[in-house]
């Protein structure tokens, strides 16, 4: 069981545009033809932030389209957020806030064995880091600049650096990169 990051950024960083949009990543690969489809057979929860929740919420024609459904998961879900937010009726969502230790702790019970996936953003994936939980990035580089927009990963890291294990490219647009990751918990 690991606690993984698994995003898209574009080349100079970004995992959206300022106002949270993921339009720039749709043309670059099929989401089938990605390691997406493997990844998320092996996801037993999900943890992700308002602004990814949101976004999922507003472009539900587009979720429709790449997915199948404008709710693709059927992991239970945990949005970290700290205001109240629309629900979708029949979805498996925990909408909660504070301390991510505790809620870890019950998203690994309920994934039964299986991986935790932080699906966005950048700053929850960080918190995640801070405190010890964060065992791997996937982290697919697309082949745009944005110039500005959200963080991959809002943090300075230099020691204990990331261990590159794998690099695969994916068509013309896209290269995955994966890294394990050492913080001082999990050393």
Not at 104 to 127: D, V, Y
Not at 135 to 142: A, N, S, T, V, Y
Request: negative net charge; contains cysteine.
């Amino acid at each position: 069981m690991k606690t993984q990051y698994y995003t898209a950024s574009s080349l100079d960083g970004f995992i959206a545009t300022v106002d949270h949009s993921i339009d720039w990543l749709f043309p670059l690969a099929d989401v089938n033809q990605s390691s997406y489809p493997q990844f998320i057979e092996q996801v037993g929860a999900i943890a992700m932030g308002s602004g990814t929740y949101e976004w999922l919420l507003r472009n539900a024609d587009a979720v429709i389209a790449e997915m199948g459904s404008p709710w693709p998961y059927t992991q239970p879900v945990w949005v970290f957020s700290h205001r109240t937010l629309p629900t979708i009726p029949g979805a498996d969502i925990h909408y909660v806030q504070g301390d991510i230790r505790q809620h870890h702790e019950q998203m690994c019970l309920l994934a039964e064995g299986k991986n935790i996936w932080i699906a966005g953003g950048g700053e929850l994936a960080a918190q995640f880091y801070d405190a010890g939980l964060l065992d791997e990035m996937i982290i697919q580089i697309g082949s745009v600049t944005l110039g500005s927009g959200r963080p991959v990963f809002p943090r300075q890291v230099l020691s204990p650096a990331f261990t590159l294990k794998s690099v695969q490219q994916m068509g013309e647009g896209m290269v995955e990169l994966r890294y394990e990751v050492h913080s001082a918990n999990n050393l």
